[in-house]
């Protein structure tokens, strides 16, 4: 199940989908597949992008973490979990 879906509020093209397989997904509306996906090991129940920066997200999984990520500064890592 896909749990949510959040446009980015700086490309209006692009947004994340987060959901049960684990997974927050980077999509572009004018391509079928995902640009980008990140396993964050548990089901993720809600993502935001940040209202400040283009590149900068949080999701949040069922294990009561959250991850922010920033993709200008890693693609393949959050920049931090924190447990709340």
């Known amino acids: 199940a896909v749990y949510a879906i959040r446009w980015n509020p700086f490309h209006p093209r692009v947004f994340l989908s987060c959901s049960a397989d684990w ?4 999509w572009d509306h004018n391509i079928s597949t ?5 396993d964050l090991g548990n089901a993720v129940g809600d993502v935001a992008w940040s209202p400040y920066s283009s590149t900068v997200f949080a999701a949040v999984t069922s294990d009561g973490k959250v991850h922010v990520f920033d993709l200008a ?8 979990e924190q447990k709340v």
């Open 34 to 38: 995902a640009i980008m996906s990140f």
């Open 23 to 26: 997974t927050v997904k980077l």
């Open 73 to 80: 500064e890693n693609k393949h890592e959050p920049l931090c």
